[in-house]
C-alpha cells in the first residue's frame, strides 16, 4: 500500500478547463430516482484528466447539471451543493433537497456536479455491499470481497479522493465563467467544501457545513460510541414524554431483551418484496438489528418510531422493525458508491485512526460494538491509499463566512465536531437543533435561514431563537401516529 501526497496539487487546477474552456450544456431533466418528479436544468459531461499529475493516463467525464436562477439578472456567485457519503450523487441529493434551496435560486443558478466516483460521474461501482462494511462477513470474506471489488472497478481508486475532487470543482467554475462560489455541504461534503476554501479561497465567498467533519479528526472511531449516545438520549426523551412512557415504559429494558434474544440467533421475517409485492422469509439478527437502529437515528421522522418499533419486537413481532431495516438499506445501498466511499476511507480516515489507543471497553459496550470498525479496518488493509494534499486534515483558517450546523441528536456528527471545525473560522456562526438530526437544511424556517444567509453572507437575526422553534416529530404510540 502505498499513499501520493499532493502537497500542492496546485498544478494549475484550471489548465485542463481551460484547454477544454467549452462545456456545452443541453436541456435536461434531473430527478431522485427513476419515476420520480423531474426537474429542469441543462446538463453536460465535462471531461477531467483520471490522474490531474499525468494527463496521459486518459480522463473521465464528470456529469454536470445546472439550475438556472429565476430571475433574469442572476448573481455571478451560484450556489453549489456537495452530497456525503462519501459515495452520494450530488444531482440526486439536491433533486430531494430542493425545498431546502428554493429560496436561493430566486437570485442565483444551482451548480450540480457528481464528485468524481459517484452518481453519472465515472461511477466506481463493484459487488462490495453494506453488509461488508457494516461487518457481517468475516475477516476472510471481507478481504476476498474488497479484493474483488478493487479488481472490478472502472478506474483507479487512488484518483478519488477529496484532494482531487476539489480541483473538479474549480475547473468546473473556470469552464462555465462563474465568479466566486457559494459552498453548502451535507455531512461528508463539508469535508470537501472546507477543503476548496482551504485550496481556492479566492474561488470562495461563502460556505454552509451541515452535518460538520472537522478536518482534524478522521471518521470511524466514534462511529458506535456517538450513536450509542444518540440512542440513549432517544430512551432519556420516551421517559419524560408522558405519552411515550406509559405506553413504553421501559424501552430501555426493551431494547437489551432484544440484543439479547438475536444475539443467540436470528430469526425469519416475513415481509412483502416492495416490487414483486411476493412474500419472501428475511433473516433478522443482532448485525442487522445494530444496522437498522444506526440508520433510524439519522432524522428525527424515522426516531419517532424507535419506541414503537423496539417494543414490538422486543415482544415478537419483528416485522416493522425488519421492514424498515430492509427499505433504508435497500435505498442506501443504491444511492452509495462503495468504491468512492472506499477510495475516500482509505486514504483520509483509516491510516490515521490510533488503533491502538482506541476507547475499545466503550465501543464493545456500545450497540453497534466493533462491527464497523472492524470492517473499515479490514478493507482498509489492503485498498490502494490515493491521492491527499497533507493539508487537509488541518482546521481550515479564513475570512470566508462561514455557517456550520448541527443537529443536537446526530448521531454520527455531534455539535461539538462544528466547534471544533471552527477554531480558526474568523467568520463562523454555530447553529445546533435541539433533538434534531443529521442535515438542517430542510428543518422547519431554515431554508429561509440558509437563503438570508447565502443573499447576505452574514446570518440574519434571529436565527438561532427560529431554529429552537422548529418541529420535532413526536414519539409514536401506535401505527396511526403520535398521541393527540
Known sequence: MFRIVAIALLLSASSFAEDNSVLELSDCRISISPGSPGIAARCGAFARPLNPMDESAGSIDLKV???????????????????????????????????????????????????????????????????????????????????????????????????????????????????????????????????????????????????????????????????????????????????????????????????????VAPVAVELMHPVTAKQELVEFGEQQLAAAIRLLLYSPRTVALL???????????????????????????????????????????????????????????????????????????????????????DPLATDVPVLLLSGGADPITPARYAEMAAVDLRGAWLLTGENQGHGLAVVGCMPRIIGEFVKGAALADGAAECLADAFVMPFFIDYSGPAP
Not at 424498515?324 to 486514504?347: D, K, R
Not at 476507547?359 to 482498509?380: F, N
Open 65 to 263: 447539471a445546472v439550475i438556472p436562477a429565476l430571475s433574469l439578472e442572476p448573481a455571478a456567485d451560484p450556489f453549489v451543493p456537495i452530497a456525503g457519503g462519501p459515495g452520494q450523487s450530488t444531482i440526486k441529493f439536491y433533486a430531494g433537497w430542493t425545498a431546502a434551496f428554493e429560496r436561493i435560486r430566486q437570485d442565483r443558478d444551482i451548480l450540480l456536479l457528481d464528485q468524481r466516483g459517484t452518481g453519472e460521474s465515472a461511477p466506481m461501482t463493484c459487488e462490495l455491499d453494506e453488509d461488508a462494511i457494516d461487518g457481517k462477513y468475516s475477516t476472510e470474506q471481507t478481504l476476498r470481497l474488497t479484493r474483488e471489488c478493487i479488481d472490478l472497478l472502472p478506474h483507479d481508486p487512488r484518483f478519488f479522493t477529496t484532494s482531487v475532487a476539489v480541483q473538479d470543482l474549480e475547473a468546473l467554475r473556470v469552464a462555465l465563467g462563474y465568479g466566486q462560489l457559494n459552498l453548502y455541504g451535507a455531512s461528508y461534503g463539508t469535508r470537501v467544501a472546507q477543503h476548496f476554501a482551504r485550496r481556492y479561497p479566492d474561488s470562495t465567498r461563502s460556505m454552509i457545513i451541515d452535518g460538520v467533519v472537522p478536518p482534524q479528526i478522521p471518521l470511524g472511531p466514534e462511529i458506535a460510541t456517538e450513536s450509542q449516545r444518540a440512542i440513549d438520549r432517544v430512551f432519556e426523551r420516551c421517559a419524560k414524554d408522558i405519552a411515550c412512557n406509559y405506553h413504553f415504559p421501559d424501552v430501555r429494558g426493551d431494547f437489551a431483551a432484544l440484543r439479547d434474544t438475536l444475539s
Open 307 to 393: 419506541p414503537l418499533v423496539i417494543s414490538e419486537a422486543a415482544n415478537g413481532n419483528y416485522t416493522p422493525l425488519a421492514a424498515q431495516f430492509h427499505m433504508i438499506v435497500s435505498s442506501l445501498a443504491e444511492s452509495l458508491s462503495i468504491g468512492m466511499h472506499n477510495a475516500v476511507m482509505c486514504t483520509e480516515d483509516a491510516p490515521f485512526i490510533d488503533w491502538d489507543n482506541l476507547d475499545h471497553d466503550a465501543i464493545r459496550a456500545s450497540y453497534m460494538g466493533p462491527m464497523q470498525l472492524d470492517a473499515i479496518k479490514t478493507m482498509c488493509s489492503v485498498w490502494p491509499a490515493g491521492v491527499l494534499d497533507e493539508d487537509l486534515r
